[in-house]
């Protein structure tokens, strides 16, 4: 079970801090990270980092936003800097191990 945090309102070239936790310890992880969803288009991968450390970005977030992922291994967070109108969405963090598990998603509302 994953909790999510986070998110709000904010103006343009404002900040926000995602944050998502799994329920104790996390077995056979293999990546967790942050997808969002706007109505009428498809879910866009975000950010994720995988079981080796590897992080990736989508090309419209790289650079303004950082994520990462406490020693635990259990928890990640997004830093999104420098934020624009489009990247209002609803942010769903997930953690693939033996399944792939979703978190509540949290509303990222950036105003121009």
């Known amino acids: 079970q994953l909790q999510a945090s986070g998110g709000g309102w904010v103006q343009a070239g404002g900040s926000l801090r995602l944050s998502c936790a799994a329920a104790g310890s996390v077995r056979n992880f293999y990546g967790m990270g942050w997808y969002r969803q706007t109505p009428g288009k498809q879910r866009e991968l975000v950010a994720s980092v995988s079981s080796d450390g590897t992080k990736r970005y989508s090309d419209d977030v790289k650079g303004r936003f950082t994520l990462s992922r406490d020693d635990a291994g259990n928890a990640v967070s997004l830093q999104m800097n420098s934020l624009r109108s489009e990247d209002t969405a609803v942010y769903l963090c997930?953690?693939?191990?033996?399944?792939?598990?979703w978190g509540q998603g949290t509303q990222v509302t950036v105003s121009s």
């Open positions: 997930y953690l693939a191990a033996r399944t792939t598990v």
